[in-house]
């Protein structure tokens, strides 16, 4: 299987400033994995969008998966309680 390219829009880089180093470690595995899987046991694809969402402790990661051109677009992260 070949691998995804990763894009990440601007406001991703804000969503981490808050969360502590080591979340954000976890956090960037967890994104590495879906280069390789980007929809991994877990994934839920969210309902009238074409986005997808996996956990990680209790942040969400929403992102888009553009198939024909292998990419994923990493859309947001945030804490579950302000994720949707």
Do not use: T
């Not at 995804?4 to 994104?31: E, M, T, W």
Request: charged fraction near 35%.
């Amino acid at each position: 299987m070949e691998r995804y390219r990763q894009v990440f829009k601007r406001s991703v880089a804000k969503d981490l400033r808050p969360i502590p180093n080591r979340g954000v470690a976890r956090i960037l595995d967890r994104l590495k994995a879906l280069s390789e899987n980007p929809r991994p046991p877990g994934c839920e694809k969210l309902s009238g969008q074409e986005r997808y969402r996996i956990r990680q402790g209790s942040f969400r990661i929403i992102y888009e998966i553009r198939d024909k051109i292998l990419l994923v677009v990493v859309v947001k992260i945030a804490h579950r309680k302000e994720a949707y």
